[in-house]
């Protein structure tokens, strides 16, 4: 039974370019969540979806960021125009469900912007 | 105010030794959630324990035990007989019931360091 899998693990990208972050959950779950931890620092929500649906984007900056999970595929986490700040490890977790107690991370991508 | 408080940036115990993290929470939820997860160097989050809010007995696995008070809003993380391996930071997080969104909100983090 995989686990959480993300793509790419590592993504150098220069000022102004798209990074695109790829999270497929595990086999049968169906809710995403997306955190971004910056450097020495806890992990921050970033939003929450389910298939095909944002169920709560608080977390996101307003401008240059935007995810989705669609029916079919990975869900991704999309930022446009990046910059220094952006520079993060981006993580996703998932669940079955909104009754069950653990949300199981993937590994993680690391992106830096220079 | 902070909704998870960790007090302490970094820790250094003797390997064999017990150790207690401490994590502090705030919640107005009677239903909430309390997690630990481990993220050693190289990155990834290792889920822990977990401590439902209802829940009448201490959480334990294995060699983790959470002590939880729920008078005093604290789940502290105890591990017992620590190990080299067991170096690396650890992260407190609370689950709350928000319109079904079960986000978990992290604390800052611990490092640990066990020396030989």
């Known amino acids: 039974n995989a686990g959480v899998m993300q793509n790419p693990r590592h993504l150098v990208r220069r000022r102004g370019q798209e990074a695109r972050l790829r999270c497929s959950p595990m086999?049968?779950?169906?809710?995403v969540y997306w955190y971004r931890q910056l450097p020495e620092e806890g992990l921050k929500f970033m939003v929450y979806?389910?298939?095909?649906?944002?169920?709560?984007e608080s977390g996101m900056p307003k401008e240059r960021f935007s995810a989705e999970f669609p029916k079919e595929g990975p869900s991704i986490l999309r930022i446009q125009q990046v910059v220094r700040g952006d520079s993060a490890a981006y993580f996703c977790?998932?669940?079955?469900?909104?009754?069950?107690?653990?949300?199981?991370f993937g590994p993680g991508t690391r992106l830096t912007v220079t | 105010a902070q909704k998870i408080t960790q007090t302490q940036p970094g820790m250094f115990v003797q390997e064999k030794e017990a150790v207690t993290l401490d994590c502090t929470y705030d919640?107005?939820?009677?239903?909430?959630?309390l997690f630990w997860y481990k993220q050693p160097s190289s990155g990834e989050m290792i889920f822990l324990i977990y401590?439902?809010?209802?829940?009448?007995q201490n959480a334990t696995e294995g060699r983790y035990s959470l002590n939880f008070q729920k008078a005093r809003k604290s789940a502290n993380l105890v591990i017992s007989a620590s190990q080299l391996g067991d170096s690396a930071m650890y992260f407190c997080?609370?689950?709350?019931?928000?319109?079904?969104?079960?986000?978990?909100?992290f604390g800052t983090g611990t490092r640990l360091t066990i020396i030989p």
């Open positions: 919640t107005s939820d009677p239903s909430y959630g």
């Open positions: 401590q439902g809010s209802y829940d009448q």
């Open positions: 086999k049968g779950h169906s809710h």
């Open positions: 977790a998932s669940s079955p469900g909104p009754s069950k107690y653990e949300q199981y």
């Open positions: 997080a609370m689950r709350e019931r928000d319109f079904g969104n079960e986000k978990l909100t």
């Open positions: 979806l389910q298939k095909e649906n944002i169920i709560d």
